[in-house]
T-cell receptor
Framework: DTGVSQDPRHKITKRGQNVTFRCDPISEHNRLYWYRQTLGQGPEFLTYFQNEAQLEKSRLLSDRFSAERPKGSFSTLEIQRTEQGDSAMYLC???????????????FGEGSRLTVL | KQEVTQIPAALSVPEGENLVLNCSFTDSAIYNLQWFRQDPGKGLTSLLLIQSSQREQTSGRLNASLDKSSGRSTLYIAASQPGDSATYLCAVAHMGNEKLTFGTGTRLTIIP
């Protein structure tokens, strides 16, 4: 297993366009998280899934943001009508919850950097 | 609401020195605490995870401690090397959903 992978790594778009990011978690992991990180700040929680169910969404996730994990494997994060304030690094993480030996450790991907012009 | 603070925001030390990074959090009802390393423009690499019932974890030259009652954790790096230069992030996991709340990080520079 190669770990958590994210695509694309970089995206430059014009204000008002839609963008979609994809995350492939570690294969046996049942939880998947999306975070957003702006320059000089720590990552901020956006949403998370257990299998295909979206269990929590942050207030940071406006109506223009939607995330899916249709088969409990990969996930997509779509931003509609992008704004300059959406420029950030979007990080995906996965973990395996349940079972005595699981620690809840999160493993992060390399991130998708979005620049909105 | 959980808040995580990391001090100092930036630190420069000569190669070979031992150093300590600090992390504090406001709500002691945590599931675990993780320390991460982040290189510029890159994702996060997990360094150490301490369960809420544990006091410390060690990996190589790194040692992390947890004092849940006082809301503090430290990351100790022994015999620092230039390759240790990076931003170090502390994050606490919430009970119930295990989502992480991060500090703003300490930017570490090791001077050769």
């Amino acid at each position: 297993d190669t770990g958590v992978s994210q695509d694309p790594r970089h995206k430059i778009t014009k204000r008002g366009q839609n963008v979609t990011f994809r995350c492939d978690p570690i294969s046996e992991h049942n939880r998947l998280y999306w975070y957003r990180q702006t320059l000089g700040q720590g990552p901020e929680f956006l949403t998370y899934f257990q299998n295909e169910a979206q269990l929590e969404k942050s207030r940071l996730l406006s109506d223009r943001f939607s995330a899916e994990r249709p088969k409990g494997s990969f996930s997509t994060l779509e931003i509609q009508r992008t704004e300059q304030g959406d420029s950030a690094m979007y990080l995906c993480a996965s973990s395996q919850m349940g079972g005595a030996s699981n620690t809840g450790e999160l493993f992060f991907g390399e991130g998708s950097r979005l620049t909105v012009l | 609401k959980q808040e995580v603070t990391q001090i100092p925001a930036a630190l420069s030390v000569p190669e070979g020195e031992n150093l300590v990074l600090n992390c504090s959090f406001t709500d002691s009802a945590i599931y675990n605490l993780q320390w991460f390393r982040q290189d510029p423009g890159k994702g996060l690499t997990s360094l150490l995870l301490i369960q809420s019932s544990q006091r410390e974890q060690t990996s190589g030259r790194l040692n992390a401690s947890l004092d849940k009652s006082s809301g503090r954790s430290t990351l100790y790096i022994a015999a620092s090397q230039p390759g240790d230069s990076a931003t170090y992030l502390c994050a606490v996991a919430h009970m119930g959903n295990e989502k992480l709340t991060f500090g703003t990080g300490t930017r570490l520079t090791i001077i050769p």
